[in-house]
């Protein structure tokens, strides 16, 4: 596959989203309502004043999802899972967000200032979404290899952010090619490891640079690890998108409560990648504009001690020392001997003019 880029650049709403501008930084707030509306809301206010870009939701219901059944694979087995004994069903029931929620929790972002879009599981979510004109859609990575769904949101001609979650390169390939053809210009592939909470060691950062590679697009992270190091690594790594789970505390409990940032954590998050993105730069070699001024602090060659004219330069009487007015520290074998032509005090930069 050809590393040339197959997709027009991403615009969220007015936001570009690029290498040439700071991560685009998204609250995913999932089910960390605790099915309360107000606690929805003050979510949305908490992530506007950490200084997010975007909230994200997420659009289904238990029965769109699953079917109500508590047995065999439809129940959760996983020890290691946190939800273990759950059924899907009970844990779609608790984490969904209610649809007549999504038009007041969409308004209260636009009066702040975010961008609001939202993860839709079928296609009636795709419509009912259409109708509240979300500005993009985001694929979670369970969803990333059902075509159907994805041809439904690439016919939209929205901007689409895909999770790669399990995803082979053969199923992103087909995932890809199938928006594609349905109509998406506009791409991000985000690297996301679907365990809940991920370790950094499952994360496999290194994949970032190389989905942009493989298929052209914009890439980023889905990060599910704890803290804000994953996340400011990818930006160091191309990520232009940083998605994490968001809630106002984790005490207060939830579905994704464990692995989601508090608001001091999220405001950390969006400083932290910035200045990630920022020392980026370019491949530079030299003194930059502000290091001019330290120049005069590296060593060069000083007399440090008072020399008659005729005397001959010593161990004793010629060092490298800071500042930086002298010749460089390089010629120090070369005057080693050299008798200087005037009268010389301590504390005077070598200079050319002093021999001879």
Not at 41 to 67: F, P
Not at 117 to 123: A, I, N, R
Not at 208 to 237: M, N, Y
Not at 259 to 275: A, G, I, K, Q, Y
Request: charged share 25%; hydrophobic share 40%.
């Amino acid at each position: 596959m050809s590393a040339d880029s197959y997709f027009d650049e991403v615009r969220i709403g007015s936001r570009p989203v690029g290498r040439e501008r700071p991560p685009l930084i998204i609250a995913e707030m999932s089910g960390n309502h605790n099915q309360s509306l107000e606690r929805a809301l003050a979510i949305v206010e908490a992530a506007a004043a950490a200084g997010a870009h975007a909230l994200k939701l997420q659009t289904y219901t238990a029965d769109s999802m699953t079917i109500d059944l508590r047995r065999d694979e439809f129940v959760i087995t996983d020890s290691q899972s946190l939800w273990a004994g759950r059924s899907l069903y009970e844990l779609y029931q608790q984490a969904h967000t209610p649809w007549e929620w999504h038009e007041p929790i969409m308004r209260r972002c636009r009066e702040l200032g975010l961008l609001c879009f939202s993860t839709p599981f079928d296609e009636q979510a795709v419509d009912f979404l259409e109708e509240l004109r979300v500005p993009a859609y985001k694929v979670a990575s369970f969803e990333n290899t059902d075509l159907p769904l994805i041809e439904k949101i690439a016919a939209t001609g929205k901007p689409m952010i895909i999770s790669a979650g399990m995803a082979t390169v053969a199923e992103l390939d087909e995932t890809v090619r199938a928006a594609r053809r349905a109509g998406c210009r506009q791409l991000v592939l985000l690297k996301c490891t679907s365990t809940y909470p991920a370790t950094p060691a499952d994360s496999h950062l290194r994949t970032i640079p190389h989905l942009r590679q493989l298929f052209g697009c914009e890439v980023g992270l889905s990060d599910h690890t704890g803290g804000l190091g994953a996340a400011v690594a990818a930006v160091a790594l191309g990520a232009t998108v940083i998605e994490k789970h968001f809630t106002l505390c984790r005490a207060d409990g939830g579905v994704d409560a464990a692995f989601s940032l508090e608001p001091d954590e999220l405001r950390r998050l969006v400083v932290e990648t910035e200045r990630s993105w920022q020392s980026l730069g370019e491949v530079h070699y030299g003194p930059t504009a502000a290091e001019q001024r330290s120049l005069v602090f590296r060593r060069s060659l000083y007399i440090v001690a008072d020399l008659k004219a005729g005397d001959r330069l010593t161990p004793e009487n010629l060092r490298a020392i800071r500042p930086g007015r002298g010749l460089p520290p390089k010629y120090y074998r070369l005057l080693l001997g050299k008798q200087v032509n005037r009268p010389v005090r301590r504390g005077t930069p070598v200079s050319w003019e002093l021999f001879g």
